[in-house]
């Protein structure tokens, strides 16, 4: 999946978006979310959708981190308050702190993508910048470090890491 994502194709491609214009957006306009009907087509039950999300992560941080705040904190950037409501479920997600999660979760590109469809957006490295970079780094196994690096040398940096 997304095979043809590297350093190179970020470099040369040109993208609509350049970063996490989702959550910009969402109280203006919910075009950009996948609507009920595109993910009930996915084969995803909408009435569980957040439920689903909370129950994977909590899996992959349990399984990756030992549910190892510190850890968390240390390999995602996210830290141990914000990750704890998120596994409550008091607390809902950002699509940034996803992005995190997902890049030094060490998880596969299908995995982080079926995390973002049950977050309401699925990966579009055709069109945004942000996505095309978070896909090369989980694909690479880069960690938290180099996805810092490679947002901040495409002046996206703000937008990941808030």
Known sequence: ????VN???????????????YEKREQEQKSYRLSDDQIKNLGIDITNRK??????????????????????DLKCNIGESAMRKYLKGTRNMSRSALMRFCSGADITVEEAQELF???G????????LVDAIVIDNIRCKEGIE??????????????VFK
Do not use: Q, W
């Open 1 to 4: 999946m997304f095979e043809y």
């Open 7 to 21: 350093k190179e194709y970020i470099k040369n491609n040109k993208f609509k978006k350049t970063g996490l214009e």
């Open 51 to 72: 439920v689903e999300l909370r129950k994977n992560i909590s899996k992959i941080a349990a399984d990756k981190f030992s549910l190892d705040y510190s850890k968390i």
């Open 117 to 119: 469809i049950l977050f």
């Open 121 to 128: 957006h699925a990966l579009d490295p055709k069109n945004n």
């Open 146 to 159: 180099v996805l810092y690096e490679e947002c901040e040398k495409n002046g996206v940096l703000r937008d």
